[in-house]
């Protein structure tokens, strides 16, 4: 780590100015959004109010294909595939195999890798990057005006201080201090009661990368670590008890019998824990100069491994909206759109894992009747088995374009080739916008440092701008030089 500020606790070098932006909270959402704001030149620093420690104690396991692609617009990807353990396929209901080898992406597959191993390697390349950690520091208040904003803080020892910023991210989970003072409610309920967690050793290797099964009243799911522990999710819908109850590894045990059929000698538990899962989303994301990110903004049942991705793609589009916006590029309108763009998404995501879980711990006769009937649809008409399998893995979001837009305005680009053996999201990397042209065009450096220009490798002859999120910002099927600056002054500034 870089050097301490005045603060215990904290690494890199601590600016709160003007035209700064705080981050509460250091998961890996806001940990992403830091270090792409560093990296284009925007001070940041995270308030988190744990000590320093990366925890191993991690509800997500799973980098899905979409939030692979933008990992590997940072460089961060292949890193964390050499670390994880690819799963081409997914078995859903007991009966439905969903196949991930043919996703139009580069990650063809799922990534079953804990989440403290993702957030070993954003933090390191946020304190890299110059971000100002400050740990131990508890947010006490805030406020905001056509200025800025000022945060008050209580740091170790019970020191109080104001920060002061252009911008603040609330990416502080499911219990907000952010969401809290700027007066967002959090709507939604407890969908499931008394999940039950475990870290454990197995006397019996399973045989599949992820375990996981429903039957009867019980669902159960277990993956590995990969140093030796198992990570064990399990409900018991007949056993549902306050989350303060007190837990063994007995029960524990019960529940894989159920949902699994046996135990796979689990021992050694290391850590256990007892919670509910809630299904909720912020009305809005951004109020005023303050955002909402991650589970600040919305947490869903843990089906469909979505919960840890769909945060990390709230911070691809917040985070270069943010940076265009302070370096003067782009007018602040710009962060309309991450609210118009993102809350949809967070919505749909919502449902879906929703409908898993309740699919997967149908019961009554009518309800094993629809998943019975959805999973013949699911197994034999590929549109809509492309469709869910876009909405899990995030591929198939697309966000709103304006009205007369090109078809492809607002839809994600895959890794398309480029000329002399380039790749898209290679082009990607240092957070800047990609235009792809049929033929050569000399940007003559009216863009540095934030536009890329690339030729496609073949034929194609459609030209696009590629936002630095990896989603189409302008595109025409056949455009002039007068065609191509009037989009570059639009969209990159």
């Given amino acids: 780590m870089s050097g301490t500020t005045g603060t215990t606790g904290s690494t890199g070098t601590d600016r709160t100015t003007p035209n700064s932006v705080i981050i509460v909270g250091s998961g890996p959402t806001g940990l992403l959004l830091a270090g792409d704001l560093a990296a284009a030149g925007v001070p940041v620093t995270v308030v988190e109010k744990r000590a320093h420690k990366i925890s191993n104690i991690s509800r997500a396991f799973v980098l899905h294909a979409r939030t692979l692609e933008q990992l590997d617009a940072r460089a961060l990807a292949d890193g964390l595939e050499a670390a994880g353990r690819p799963l081409d396929r997914l078995r859903l209901f007991g009966r439905l195999t969903i196949r991930l080898d043919t996703l139009p992406s580069r990650f063809r597959h799922l990534l079953v890798i804990p989440q403290y191993e993702v ?48 911008y603040v991210v609330g990416a502080d989970g499911m219990r907000s201090g952010v969401r809290e003072a700027i007066g967002l409610p959090f709507p939604g309920r407890s969908v499931i009661k008394s999940v039950v967690l475990a870290d454990v050793r197995l006397a019996e290797e399973p045989e599949s990368l992820l375990t996981v099964n429903t039957a009867g009243d019980a669902f159960a799911f277990i993956a590995p670590f990969g140093d030796g522990y198992y990570r064990v999710i399990g409900w018991n819908r007949a056993h549902d008890v306050p989350d303060s109850e007190p837990l063994d590894l007995d029960e524990i045990k019960e529940i894989a019998r159920l949902a699994l059929g046996k135990d796979f000698g689990m021992y050694d538990a290391r850590w256990m824990s007892r919670f509910h899962s809630d299904e909720r989303q912020a009305p809005a994301y951004r109020v ?98 492309r469709r869910m399998i876009g909405q899990v893995t995030g591929i198939g979001f697309r966000y709103g374009a304006p009205r007369g837009a090109h078809r492809l305005t607002g839809t994600r680009v895959p890794d398309v080739a480029l000329a002399d053996d380039g790749r898209l999201y290679e082009a990607l990397r240092g957070g800047r916008f990609v235009l792809i042209t049929p033929e050569a065009y000399d940007d003559q450096g009216a863009h540095k440092d934030r536009l890329t220009v690339e030729r496609w490798a073949g034929d194609r002859r459609t030209t696009v701008l590629v936002r630095p999120d990896g989603y189409v910002a302008w595109a025409a099927d056949s455009a002039d030089v007068g065609a191509i600056e009037a989009a570059l002054a639009a969209h990159v500034g």
């Fill in 119 to 166: 957030e070993k390697v954003l933090e390191r390349r946020a304190v890299d990057a110059g971000v100002a950690f400050r740990y131990e520091t508890e947010l006490t208040g805030l406020s905001q005006d056509a200025g800025g904003v000022t945060l008050e803080v209580r740091g170790p020892g019970d020191t109080t201080e104001s920060l002061h910023a252009a």
């Fill in 288 to 385: 005023g100069r303050v955002f909402l990110a991650g589970d600040a903004a919305h947490v869903h049942t843990p089906a469909g491994g979505q919960g840890m991705n769909t945060g990390l793609q709230d911070a691809a589009n917040l985070s270069w909206k943010l940076a265009q916006v302070i370096h003067g590029h782009a007018a602040p309108g710009l962060l309309d759109t991450y609210q118009a763009e993102r809350h949809p998404v967070g919505r749909s995501v919502l449902r879906s894992s929703g409908g898993i879980v309740r699919l997967a711990m149908a019961k009554r006769p009518w309800e094993l009747a629809l998943r019975a009937a959805l999973t013949t649809v699911l197994d034999r008409v590929a549109p809509a088995r």
